[in-house]
């Protein structure tokens, strides 16, 4: 089946400005992450969907940072006024409830 | 909070030596534990999980991992490495409370030589 897939693959994008990340889960998984990978950090987490609860927005570094998932599936994570230290790979993960999370390709962002 | 500890950055082995990856976590309670792969410019791929249950599990690719409580340990073992290995190795430990994010470790680059 389908696995996790995400768009664009590279973005490339002046500082200070707006983008949008979009993650499409595996049909049927009803949690979402979005991690964030930089050679400086590693592998971090941002946020997290569960089903209709409200995310988990702890790992979000700033409130220039934000995302939404609609009807259950489709996420966007949308970060404005991109800044350079913003440069990074973003992953999105998704899984059943208490199962493994299986990841996407990943969005390079590039800021300049 | 958990907190997970890959000891070797960088590591090289003969194509068709053994191998073993280290890893370390940090958790109060019974951990879900996970070994993903990453080549370059890819994502991350699940290689194996450990939940509960027999401590040795097996994954795909012909990799293995060991659950050690006494030890806080969670080593990924290939009884013969294939070029192909060479990659990017995360060790990433998630409580057993459902579905929580993950910790990952910083990695272990593995390079196979001929």
């Known amino acids: 089946g389908a696995g996790v897939s995400q768009s664009p693959s590279n973005k490339v994008t002046e500082k200070g400005k707006d983008v949008e990340l979009r993650c499409d889960p595996i049909?049927?998984?009803?949690?979402l992450y979005w991690y964030r990978q930089s050679l400086g950090q590693g592998l971090e987490f941002l946020i997290y969907?569960?089903?209709?609860?409200?995310?988990?927005k702890s790992g979000l570094p700033s409130d220039r940072f934000s995302a939404e998932r609609t009807g259950g599936s489709v996420s966007t994570l949308t970060i404005q006024r991109t800044q350079q230290e913003d440069s990074a790979v973003y992953l999105c993960a998704s899984s059943l409830i208490a199962g493994a999370q299986y990841f996407g390709p990943g969005t390079r962002l590039t800021v300049t | 909070a958990q907190s997970v500890t890959q000891p070797d950055i960088h590591i090289t082995v003969s194509e068709g030596a053994s191998l073993e990856l280290r890893c370390n976590y940090s958790y109060g309670a019974t951990p879900y534990l996970f070994w993903y792969v990453q080549s370059p410019g890819q994502g991350l791929q699940l290689l194996l999980k450990?939940?509960?249950?027999?401590?040795l599990v097996q994954g795909i690719k012909g990799f293995e991992a060991e659950f050690k409580r006494s030890q806080s340990s969670f080593n990924l073992r290939k009884p013969s490495v294939h070029w192909s290995d060479a990659a990017e190795y995360f060790c990433?430990?998630?409580?057993?409370?459902?579905?929580?994010?993950?910790?990952f470790g910083k990695g272990t680059r593995l390079s196979v030589i001929a």
């Open positions: 450990y939940f509960s249950g027999d401590t």
């Open positions: 990433a430990v998630g409580t057993n409370s459902g579905n929580t994010p993950l910790v």
């Open positions: 049909s049927g998984h009803t949690a």
């Open positions: 969907f569960q089903g209709n609860s409200a995310p988990d």
